[in-house]
């Protein structure tokens, strides 16, 4: 079965310095990869995903995320943290032929000014 | 706004109890997808459900079912609820219900299920 993790259960950072926020997978086959972001009491909301192609991937709020296959790794970053990124993050993976999706444990971003 | 609608946004009721979870997908998609969210479990998914028929199933207890209808509002029902039932439920919708472009979800804000 393909299932993701997220090994921290907070990240702290301050405003204006890079974030990253990990995440593995264990996938059989290409890893359908996919970040979520949560704020609070609301749904979650897509800000990227990676089929193929460029390990740098692009996405929504100025985030991207870097795929390593070797490491089997699937990382959020941003440059330049803000405090509206506060939120909760979760990984997510798709799990066989349907869309359905496969999320890790969430990550707690705490931006400080 | 994700155009996903979820009704009621909150729930509280008694152990024993039923309830019906409510999911309105986005205007044009054919997939509805269930995910419990508690502290403990983290974020899971229950039911897949596309034009009406289920494609996939995760975690579900025995005591849920859901379906789909043909106007494609689906419904979450939940029985002889326990005090551990209590969490938040999710809907999402998407266009298909598989596909080689990794289609994203889109997400409600949930219902709050309080069981007493």
């Known amino acids: 079965a393909q299932s993701v993790a997220q090994p921290e259960d907070q990240v702290n950072v301050a405003e204006g310095n890079p974030l990253t926020v990990k995440c593995t997978y264990s996938?059989?086959?290409?890893?359908?990869l996919f970040w979520y972001v949560q704020y609070p009491n609301r749904g979650l909301q897509f800000l990227l995903k990676?089929?193929?192609?460029?390990?740098l991937v692009k996405g929504s709020y100025g985030f991207e995320a870097e795929f390593n296959k070797s490491q089997t790794s699937f990382h959020l970053k941003k440059p330049s943290a803000l405090v509206s990124d506060s939120a909760l993050y979760f990984c997510?993976?798709?799990?066989?032929?349907?869309?359905?999706?496969?999320f890790g444990a969430g990550t707690r971003l705490a931006v400080h000014p | 706004d994700s155009g996903v609608t979820q009704t009621p946004k909150h729930l509280i009721t008694a152990t024993g109890q039923r309830v019906t979870l409510r999911c309105s997908p986005r205007?044009?998609?054919?997939?509805v997808y269930w995910y419990q969210q508690s502290l403990d479990q983290g974020l899971q998914f229950l039911i897949q459900?596309?034009?009406?028929?289920?494609?996939a199933k995760g975690n579900i207890l025995e005591r849920f079912s859901a379906q789909q209808f043909p106007d494609l509002h689906s419904e979450l029902n939940l029985s002889s609820l326990e005090l551990g039932d209590s969490a938040l439920y999710f809907c999402?919708?998407?266009?298909?219900?598989?596909?080689?472009?990794?289609?994203?979800?889109?997400f409600g804000s949930g219902t709050q299920l309080s069981v007493l």
């Open positions: 999402a919708s998407s266009v298909g219900d598989r596909d080689e472009v990794g289609e994203k979800l889109f």
């Open positions: 990676y089929i193929t192609g460029d390990n």
């Open positions: 459900y596309y034009n009406g028929e289920e494609r």
């Open positions: 996938v059989s086959g290409n890893p359908y």
């Open positions: 205007s044009g998609d054919l997939s």
């Open positions: 997510a993976v798709r799990d066989g032929g349907y869309n359905k999706l496969i």
